[in-house]
């Protein structure tokens, strides 16, 4: 079963970038869907889409308040995919976790998927903090 664990996190001033990693064990990330999600601090926060790539890793998508700072990647030799993240703001701050969803070796390995209730397999978490 594929366990996913995400890496990178920390304290970063505003402006400043950081790199999270999600990797993973026992399976190979290149038979997954990736995507990042992200839960801010506070009562009633709830889990929010960040980007997402598709199997093959040409495709991906970002929330329309991380486009142009985010940039979702592979690296099949490491089997992990990256969020690196520029030009932070204090309202980056959250848990961010990576999430994996199974695509069939005869399905579009063009598509990707923004919804959590899509994906299967979940990380931890890794706590990012953005300082103003």
């Known amino acids: 079963q594929l366990q996913v664990v995400e890496s990178g996190g920390g304290l970063v001033q505003a402006g400043g970038s950081l790199r999270l990693s999600c990797a993973a064990t026992?399976?190979?990330?290149?038979?997954?869907?990736v995507g990042w999600f992200r839960q801010a601090p506070g009562i009633g926060k709830v889990r929010e889409f960040v980007?997402?790539?598709?199997?093959?890793?040409?495709?991906?998508v970002k929330a329309d308040s991380v486009a142009g700072r985010f940039t979702i990647s592979r690296d099949s030799a490491n089997n992990a995919v990256y969020l690196q993240m520029n030009q932070m703001k204090p309202e980056d701050t959250a848990v961010y976790y990576c999430?994996?969803?199974?695509?069939?070796?005869?399905?579009?390995?063009?598509?990707?998927?923004?919804?959590?209730?899509?994906?299967?397999?979940w990380g931890q978490g890794t706590q990012v903090t953005v300082s103003s």
């Open positions: 999430a994996a969803k199974r695509v069939s070796p005869w399905a579009n390995s063009g598509y990707y998927w923004t919804s959590e209730d899509d994906y299967n397999y």
């Open positions: 980007a997402a790539i598709a199997r093959n890793g040409g495709n991906t």
């Open positions: 026992e399976r190979t990330l290149s038979d997954y869907a």
